[in-house]
């Protein structure tokens, strides 16, 4: 597909299906800092960025304890919620940004580990949030 024919402008949202709907909170609100959009009862959601076309980029948490198919009936049935192909989450940040905020999430006592895509020209940090979902912040590193 050429780059005119694409019709893909931005990310609508990643929905996580979570166990402690308080921990991820904490960590996606007061460590990340992404704003509480709305709040309902088992499912919120997170801005990640401003919109495109009037959808807002964002991050929701869904309490497992909701069926995954819980707003209609899908044609395929829904997701299999034992099962996730998700490998991880990146959110951007910029390079200017990347060792004060590496050095504020070690301060707070997680693990971040670093990673240079030299082919990208990014740096990244990787950790974990509290349930275990590998989480990065990406840079773009125009020296490399």
């Given at each position: 597909?050429?780059?005119?024919a694409?019709?893909?402008?931005?990310?609508?949202?990643?929905?996580?299906?979570?166990?402690?709907?308080q921990?991820?909170?904490?960590?996606?609100?007061?460590?990340?800092?992404?704003?509480?959009?709305?709040?309902?009862?088992?499912?919120?959601?997170?801005?990640?960025?401003?919109?495109?076309?009037?959808?807002t980029q964002?991050?929701?948490?869904?309490?497992?304890?909701?069926?995954p198919?819980?707003?209609r009936?899908l044609?395929?049935?829904?997701?299999?919620?034992?099962?996730?192909?998700?490998?991880?989450?990146a959110?951007?940040?910029?390079f200017?940004?990347?060792?004060?905020?590496?050095?504020?999430?070690q301060?707070?006592?997680?693990?971040v580990?670093?990673m240079?895509?030299?082919?990208?020209?990014?740096?990244?940090?990787?950790?974990?949030?509290p349930?275990?979902?590998?989480?990065?912040?990406?840079?773009?590193?125009s020296?490399?």
């Amino acid at each position: 597909m050429n780059k005119e024919a694409r019709t893909i402008k931005a990310l609508g949202e990643i929905v996580l299906r979570v166990k402690n709907m308080q921990s991820m909170r904490e960590f996606y609100e007061k460590v990340l800092g992404l704003d509480i959009m709305g709040d309902f009862e088992n499912i919120i959601f997170l801005r990640i960025a401003p919109n495109y076309g009037g959808h807002t980029q964002v991050l929701a948490l869904f309490d497992e304890s909701i069926p995954p198919d819980h707003s209609r009936a899908l044609p395929w049935g829904g997701l299999e919620h034992t099962k996730t192909s998700i490998h991880h989450l990146a959110f951007a940040i910029d390079f200017a940004d990347f060792q004060s905020e590496m050095e504020r999430l070690q301060r707070l006592g997680f693990v971040v580990e670093t990673m240079i895509h030299d082919w990208a020209h990014w740096r990244s940090l990787y950790m974990l949030d509290p349930e275990g979902n590998t989480v990065e912040l990406v840079c773009y590193d125009s020296k490399k």
